[in-house]
């Protein structure tokens, strides 16, 4: 199959000293580990996927990195990487009670400092208050289930969505007449 090719290709560079050097360059390396976690997990979960020890590999290799200090950032690239990086932790041992507990934590964190008292995003644009709000709902959906990685914090989740969407019932900001007619032009 060519995508087992492809993406062994892809994580023989990653995983080597001129890959990991590239990375450490990448102003957006927060959003490409978490892109890569997920498709990783996805791409694990096929029967006929070959390269699984690379996989498990370069997975490992960025969950490591995911979880020194400062890797993830109070911004939404960092709260991308602290979702995939939970759910890539139920795959190693070395996810330990607390290290998950303090990635849930800045996770919360995270989201929690997206949205001002009013319940805006503070990142002032609706694209991005969409986004934080349908990142909320997957989180409490995939919560929904003890077995999910995010079980943890879905109550937390839960109640921070609730106090958003008392300020704007639902969940949007096009009832606002000036933000409808910004997307509408937006979209034209």
Aim: charge should be negative.
């Amino acid at each position: 199959m060519w995508a087992n090719d492809i993406y062994a290709a892809l994580a023989g560079y990653l995983l080597s000293q001129n890959g990991q050097d590239r990375l450490e360059e990448l102003t957006s390396c927060d959003h490409l580990a978490a892109e890569l976690q997920k498709s990783t997990l996805c791409l694990l979960s096929y029967p006929d996927f070959g390269p699984r020890q690379q996989a498990r590999d370069l997975l490992e290799s960025i969950v490591k990195w995911a979880l020194k200090p400062g890797s993830v950032r109070t911004n939404n690239h960092g709260l991308m990487l602290a979702e995939a990086t939970l759910y890539s932790l139920a795959a190693f041992d070395f996810a330990t009670n607390s290290v998950v507990a303090e990635l849930e934590e800045k996770l919360f964190t995270i989201i929690d400092a997206a949205f001002d008292e009013t319940g805006l995003c503070v990142e002032n644009s609706p694209a991005y208050h969409m986004f934080h709000i349908r990142l909320l709902r997957r989180i409490l959906s995939s919560g929904k289930s003890d077995l999910s990685p995010l079980h943890g914090i879905a109550p937390r989740i839960g109640g921070l969505l609730a106090k958003v969407c008392s300020t704007w019932p639902d969940c949007t900001l096009l009832k606002e007449p000036i933000l409808r007619s910004i997307v509408s032009w937006l979209f034209m």
